[in-house]
Nanobody
Framework: QVQLVESGGGLVQAGGSLRLSCAVS????????MGWFRQAPGKEREFVAA????????NYADSVKGRFTISRDNAKNTVYLQMNSLKPEDTAVYYC?????????????WGQGTQVTVSS
């Protein structure tokens, strides 16, 4: 079992940038696939980005491709989400997820979320 703590959310104007961090406890962080999801009010939680344990494989939702970048630092047990060119529709609570199976992040461990608000 791992514990995940997100940080870095906040209020930003449209066109701005934020970097989210997710610190993960546990000695086996480097063996986990990691992902970011988000949930806007009244909507279901949706996939944003994922990265494999070694960082060689990444996937993004079409809505964030070219604007968001997921990365990880296994020495620091941390995964990041760099968000550029933010839009009001990016407003949501962002959650970090960890799983041993890259394809089953939704079934893994979750953080408590961090709020991102983009003003127009």
């Amino acid at each position: 079992q791992v514990q995940l703590v997100e940080s870095g959310g906040g209020l930003v104007q449209a066109g701005g940038s934020l970097r989210l961090s997710c610190a993960v406890s546990g000695r086996t962080f480097s063996s986990y696939a990691m992902g970011w999801f988000r949930q806007a009010p009244g909507k279901e939680r949706e996939f944003v980005a994922a990265i494999s344990w070694g960082g060689l494989r990444t996937n993004y939702a079409d809505s964030v491709k070219g604007r968001f970048t997921i990365s990880r630092d296994n020495a620091k047990n941390t995964v990041y989400l760099q968000m550029n060119s933010l839009k009001p529709e990016d407003t949501a609570v962002y959650y970090c997820a960890a799983a041993s199976d890259y394809g089953r992040l939704r079934d893994g461990s979750w953080g408590q979320g961090t709020q991102v608000t983009v003003s127009s």
